[in-house]
């Protein structure tokens, strides 16, 4: 069965940063691309960041480039996001998805988690 | 980017009823790499369709994917009650990645 457990969020002032993380099990997680995703409260959904199967292949949102980060360490497989420069913008439901495809695009997202919960105030 | 607009926002129909959920893109969705998402209230999204119409798996008959290009369309045959919740498209094939705004199918 494929898990994906998502940990890391809170509360965090703005500025700030984050580390989420990712925990996938019951996938072989090297084969395939995996992104994060979030969710403003009351919001539609919005692709944060993807990351292809062996991270040569990376891509973010234009409303978080050059502040967010993706990895992943399929060793541990896990995957991570590092948020720096974090604004009110940013709060949202963060959720862990796994791609279809070892690259980012030509592949949906087939299982997601419960998401973590990330919320940017003073 | 691609933006994907979805229409209506909200759509009040009985069980029973046929669901007709548009999903329309500021240019042509490459290799039809469109997907279909539903998500009830406190619960992560679960993909529905890929490919334009391709049903993923579990997922009943009742539910049809079609279009190409910028136009793509969910179709839900007889509405159940588990069917009422929010729709999100999504196009998966050129960069970045994109949703629409989502459209809730409520009870009538």
């Known amino acids: 069965e494929v898990q994906l457990v998502e940990s890391g969020g809170g509360l965090v002032q703005p500025g700030r940063s984050l580390r989420l993380s990712c925990a996938a099990s019951?996938?072989?997680?090297?084969?395939?691309?995996m992104h994060w995703v979030r969710q403003a409260p009351g919001k539609g959904l919005e692709w944060v960041s993807g990351?292809?199967?062996?991270?040569?292949?990376?891509g973010y949102a234009d409303s978080v480039k050059g502040r967010f980060t993706i990895s992943r360490d399929n060793a541990k497989n896990s995957l991570y996001l590092q948020m720096n420069s974090l604004r009110a913008e940013d709060t949202a439901l963060y959720y862990c998805?796994?791609?279809?495809?070892?690259?980012?695009?030509?592949?949906?997202?087939?299982?997601w988690g419960q998401g973590t919960l990330v919320t940017v105030s003073s | 980017e691609i933006v994907l607009t979805q229409s209506p926002g909200t759509l009040s129909l009985s069980p029973g009823e046929r669901a007709t959920l548009s999903c329309r893109a500021s240019?042509?969705?490459?290799?039809?790499?469109l997907a279909w998402y539903q998500q009830k209230p406190g619960q992560a999204p679960r993909l529905l369709m890929y490919?334009?119409?391709s049903r993923a798996t579990g997922i009943p008959d009742r539910f049809s994917g079609s279009g190409s290009g910028t136009d793509f369309t969910l179709t839900i045959s007889r509405l159940e009650p588990e069917d009422f919740a929010v729709y999100h498209c999504?196009?998966?094939?050129?960069?970045?990645?994109?949703f629409g705004q989502g459209t809730r199918l409520e009870i009538k």
């Open positions: 999504q196009q998966y094939g050129s960069s970045p990645i994109t």
């Open positions: 490919g334009a119409s």
């Open positions: 990351i292809s199967w062996n991270s040569g292949s990376i």
């Open positions: 019951g996938f072989i997680v090297d084969d395939y691309a």
């Open positions: 998805a796994k791609g279809s495809h070892y690259d980012i695009l030509t592949g949906y997202c087939n299982y």
């Open positions: 240019q042509s969705v490459s290799s039809s790499y």
